[in-house]
């Protein structure tokens, strides 16, 4: 199941989070956007900052959202503390697919993955859909403070990874 609300922090903060789990998906939201659909804007985690630490032992691992999906954007957000999952791990979002965007963002803490894809800010941002026209990108973010490390390489200090389809969708980082 995918989040596809709005969820605004108000600028508030979230103190202490603790998510410790075996699944995939993890960080205050699991998943948010809707899979396979072309939305702008169909959800948006905004105006929030949280400290605290996840550990998960699957992928798709991140502070703020484990997966963000077609319409997803998480905007004007941080994470201060520790990711640690498997795969496509990042500070902020876990993995970026068919349309997700992080905006205004930053993390501070470290990024470990135990196989591959840690970024800063996000762990992978994956670009296409099956007609292979959405967009995904990555504004105005950073990170900093600690280290972003992978067992089997492919780290960045804003993505571990970029992966565009062949053909129309672009990816952007600014």
Do not use: Q
Not at 22 to 40: C, H, P, Q, W
Not at 49 to 54: A, E, K
Not at 55 to 60: H, N, V
Not at 105 to 124: E, Q
């Amino acid at each position: 199941f995918y989040f596809a609300g709005h969820y605004d922090g108000n600028y508030h903060t979230i103190k202490n989070l603790n998510c410790k789990t075996s699944n995939n998906y993890a960080g205050l939201f699991g998943r948010i956007g809707e899979n396979d659909k072309d939305y702008t804007d169909i959800c948006v985690i905004s105006n929030l900052s949280v400290y605290g630490n996840v550990d998960s032992d699957g992928y798709a691992v991140g502070g703020i959202a484990g997966e963000a999906c077609s319409g997803a954007t998480v905007k004007n957000c941080s994470f201060t503390g520790s990711v640690n999952g498997k795969s496509d791990v990042g500070g902020i979002v876990g993995m970026t697919y068919n349309g997700g965007y992080v905006i205004n963002c930053y993390h501070n803490g470290t990024v470990t993955a135990t196989n591959t894809w840690a970024g800063g800010v996000i762990g992978s941002v994956r670009v296409g859909n099956t007609d292979n026209s959405v967009d995904s990108g990555v504004y105005n973010s950073y990170h900093t403070g600690g280290a972003v490390s992978a067992t089997n390489g492919n780290v960045g200090g804003v993505a571990g990874r970029l992966e565009k389809a062949d053909k129309k969708p672009s990816c952007s980082i600014t």
